[in-house]
């Protein structure tokens, strides 16, 4: 199973990020994905998702800012994080929607005000 997230970094207040996750093809070719994130001592949480037909939806607090997409070619799901908050700050991991129990690497993003 290949879930690896890519991209994050430290960012000021109102920075951007585009965050990367390789996805192996049979996950890719059947479920729907998701970017989750998990702050510190929170629980973790879907931000967006985007359907095997292409659909996406995301979360209130980050409508607007950050976008879900993906490239069939390359089996990579991508999320442009704009506008960015401290509140932001989280590990970001990719997964299939509903997730699976193993959520391989994720990606530190950390928003500095």
């Known amino acids: 199973v290949q879930l690896q997230a890519f991209g994050g970094g430290l960012v000021q207040l109102g920075g951007s990020l585009r965050l990367s996750c390789s996805v192996s093809k049979k996950i890719f070719s059947i479920n729907g994905m998701g970017w989750y994130r998990q702050a510190p001592g929170k629980q973790r949480e879907e931000v967006a998702r985007?359907?095997?037909?292409?659909?996406?939806t995301s979360i209130d607090s980050v409508k607007g800012r950050f976008t879900i997409s993906r490239d069939i070619t390359k089996n990579t799901v991508y999320l442009q994080m704009d506008s960015l908050k401290p509140d932001d700050t989280a590990v970001y991991y990719c997964?299939?929607?509903?997730?699976?129990?193993?959520w391989g690497q994720g990606t530190e993003v950390t928003v500095s005000s």
């Open positions: 997964n299939r929607v509903p997730p699976s129990t193993y």
């Open positions: 985007i359907t095997s037909y292409g659909n996406t």
